[in-house]
């Protein structure tokens, strides 16, 4: 594939997901797109630029752990240091650690859903219209969170969970971050942003505070455009404003490993919470009328992002999230050549992604969710093996063996490719993947289970010498693979 149609395919992309704003794709450091369309005003009086300042609300997030890494780098703060040598007023602060509040696992109360439920007011939110829904959370995420405000929530609201043994976003996490970073370097987060990365990187169009846009956010409901406002939010959760430009020089930076130290990239790319691993997407500015995104390929050096002022998000829609997948996927296909299969055993490190994964709406009655199957292994820990499955390090879905020791006979008890990168040629190789670990383990024949209607899958099966044996589990269709046989045929 020629660059020139590397960007027309990016181009189609962006006018298909009616992008209001600012797209750039780019790999080994160099551009491979640049696209600004729409309006930088409600009215439509003012064109979108490169250097029209938008909310990045949730990607600030990456500013706020970069500073904790840097510093963590210094040897200033310790990532498994607790909050009680910090803040110790804050609940759990003896348990609570650095690590922690950039992973999304201190377990805090959220105050974002507190304020969102004073808001409600008792109402019963199924029952509004959409309309009203979107404006409730539009004035939900507009204000700033201060410390104390953020403290006093979460100390007077049960935690979600303990320290380290979920991970769910609290809005309190990255305020908290913040202080710390303050505590420690003696100046506010947004002058030790500006000397350590914004001035170095020549980030001159990134700016604290979200009323700092110079663009109109809007939501467009039903064919109404609806000017959302400036929002009053300058914190280190998402309070800051950029452009597409900008974030390049900063993600760029840390592909390089100008930003923060290597060993600290894989904790760097779960502060957004979406993908740990090689690839992360981060949708959503987190400020209704906003979107802002990010996808990373740290294998293949290739960054994708893109700001939006004008959003159609309704409940349930998810146009900037397919867009970036879109824009990525076009990437993959130029510049990844060959496919690096592996098996990853489900550990610590992993089962965050893995139970972020997710099939397509329509697939949903064929497997279970990954987070029951990891339950299942969990109580049968004799015979079940779940693996995440992985390209060049890079989490692409699943699959769970039911073998005991020294048995002949085996089952692929679940099977899965996150709906991000079905149809990109995972399925068969990831398979043999599998079967060749179960020929290692002296299995000689294996079964599956198939949910009538998944010919598609059914198709990858019988293409590796599964057959249809004509029994059923329940209502499922089992499927047998003889893999003496297979042997042979290769």
């Keep these: 594939m020629s660059i020139q149609s590397l960007r027309s395919l990016i181009a189609a992309s962006a006018r298909k997901y009616n992008l209001n704003g600012q797209l750039l794709a780019a790999s080994g450091g160099k551009t491979v797109s640049s696209i600004v369309r729409g309006w930088a005003s409600a009215d439509k009086s ?3 630029t490169q250097t029209t300042k938008i909310p990045i609300g949730y990607l600030t997030r990456f500013f706020t752990a970069a500073a ?16 009680s040598g910090y803040i110790p007023m804050c609940k759990n602060a003896v348990k609570i650690t650095i690590r922690h509040l950039i992973t999304h696992s201190s377990g805090l109360a959220d105050p974002d859903t507190g304020e969102h439920m004073r808001l409600l007011n008792g109402r019963d939110e199924s029952e509004l219209p959409l309309r009203e829904i979107k404006l409730l959370e539009a004035k939900t995420r507009s204000d700033n969170l201060s410390l104390s405000a953020a403290l006093e929530y979460v100390n007077t609201h049960e935690p979600f969970y303990e320290p380290g043994k979920d991970d769910d976003w609290s809005d309190a996490d990255y305020i ?12 506010s987060l947004a002058q030790y942003l500006e000397k350590e990365f914004f001035q170095p990187l020549g980030m001159n169009h990134t700016a604290r505070g979200a009323s700092m846009a110079d663009c109109d956010c809007c939501l467009v409901f039903e064919g109404e455009t609806i000017n959302m406002g400036k929002a009053e939010v300058c914190d280190g959760d998402r309070g800051y404003v950029s452009t597409a430009g900008d974030l ?30 090689a690839w992360h997407i981060g949708t959503e500015s987190g400020l209704i009328g906003s979107e802002a995104a990010v996808s990373i390929d740290t294998a293949r050096k290739t960054i994708a992002l893109y700001l939006s ?50 099939v397509k709406k329509e697939q949903e009655n064929f497997v279970a969710k990954n987070a029951v199957s ?32 020294g048995s002949a006979h085996a089952n692929i008890w679940r099977f899965m490719i996150d709906r991000l990168f079905q149809g990109r040629g995972y399925s068969r190789p990831a398979l043999q993947a599998g079967l060749s670990w179960l020929k290692k383990r002296g299995v000689k024949s294996v079964n599956l289970s198939e949910v009538p209607g998944n010919t598609v ?19 499922e269709i089992v499927m047998a693979c003889n893999l003496q046989e297979t042997e042979k045929r290769e």
């Design 46 to 48: 003012r064109r979108m």
């Design 68 to 83: 904790v890494l840097r510093l963590c780098g210094q040897g200033a703060i310790g990532l498994d240091d607790t909050l």
């Design 176 to 187: 908290l971050l913040e202080a710390i970073i303050e505590k420690v370097t003696g100046v």
């Design 248 to 277: 390049m020089r900063f993600f760029t930076a840390f592909l390089e490993g100008r930003l923060i130290k290597r060993k600290y990239r894989g904790i760097f790319l779960r502060c957004a919470d979406r993908r740990s691993g």
């Design 309 to 358: 002022s004008r959003t159609t998000r309704i409940l349930g829609e998810e146009e900037g999230f397919t867009l970036m997948n879109n824009v990525q996927r076009h990437l993959e296909d130029e510049y990844a050549r060959s496919l690096d299969i592996k098996l990853e055993k489900l550990s610590y490190e992993n089962v965050f992604s893995c139970v972020r994964m997710k």
């Design 374 to 405: 990891i339950a299942e292994a969990y109580v049968n820990p004799k015979f079940a093996h779940p693996f995440v499955i992985t390209d060049k390090g890079l989490p692409v879905g699943f699959i769970m063996f039911a073998h005991s020791k």
């Design 457 to 475: 899958a059914v198709h990858v099966y019988k293409s590796l010498g599964f057959k249809t044996t004509g029994e059923k589990w329940g209502d």
